[in-house]
């Protein structure tokens, strides 16, 4: 896998403080779990708010607060056995709760299924399911879609992009991504406003998809 999109510094940094909605995590968790050069510059990140936390100044917990933390501690846990990896790299597999026969999907039309992911409220995640050679229709964003690839590869009008690859789209991006012929196409989408469809179906469409 050859990865040539990558998360950007202000992705990471905002992932490194804990300042990403529980969607726009997953997507960047996914990515790390995936890239050795994004896990790197998020180490970098990490170790700046280590060094933040470092040199603040230390505030007093009440008496006893060390006693009563290591009695609730209890024995330790044996470390849990590495969990079998299916389809899904580790952050997502506990979402989709399953490999990819567990994901329960629903059509969108023209063989593009979705299935949307409980998070918390502010953004939303999804997996999308584009046959090869398929068309997502086009569309713009009001705000921010990051789109991560997980089988076969997309185009649209900025680049391609394969596994591995995530796309950040902004407002003023608007594509009309397709799949590449000869496999499918398995993404995880998340995004914090809905989408702009130019075409009227897709529009009338959106609140019951929810995209
Ligand atoms: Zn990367």
Not at 6 to 30: Q, R
Request: proline fraction near 7%; charge should be negative.
């Amino acid at each position: 896998m050859t990865i040539r999109h990558h998360l950007s510094n202000p992705l990471l940094m905002a992932y490194a403080a804990g300042n990403l909605s529980e969607a726009f995590g997953l997507v960047v968790a996914t990515h790390i779990s995936l890239c050795d050069e994004c896990r790197a510059r998020l180490e970098t990140f990490e170790a700046v708010g280590g060094a933040v936390v470092d040199s603040a100044d230390t505030v007093a917990m009440a008496d006893g607060s060390l006693e009563s933390v290591l009695a609730r501690l209890g024995p330790q846990d044996a470390a849990p056995a590495p969990r079998k990896r299916g389809f899904f790299p580790a952050p997502l597999a506990d979402y989709v709760g399953g490999d990819l026969a567990a994901v329960h999907w629903r059509p969108l039309g023209m063989g593009v299924r979705q299935a949307i992911l409980p998070t918390a409220r502010g953004a939303s995640a999804r997996l999308l399911y584009i046959p090869a050679g398929q068309a997502v229709p086009d569309h713009g964003h009001r705000g921010t879609e990051l789109t991560l690839v997980l089988q076969g590869a997309f185009r649209d009008e900025s680049d391609r992009f394969g596994v591995g690859d995530v796309e950040i789209a902004t407002e003023d991006l608007e594509h009309t991504p397709v799949a590449e012929a000869g496999m499918d196409c398995i993404c995880l989408a998340a995004t914090d406003a809905p989408l702009r469809f130019r075409a009227m179906l897709p529009r009338l469409l959106q609140p019951i998809f929810r995209i």
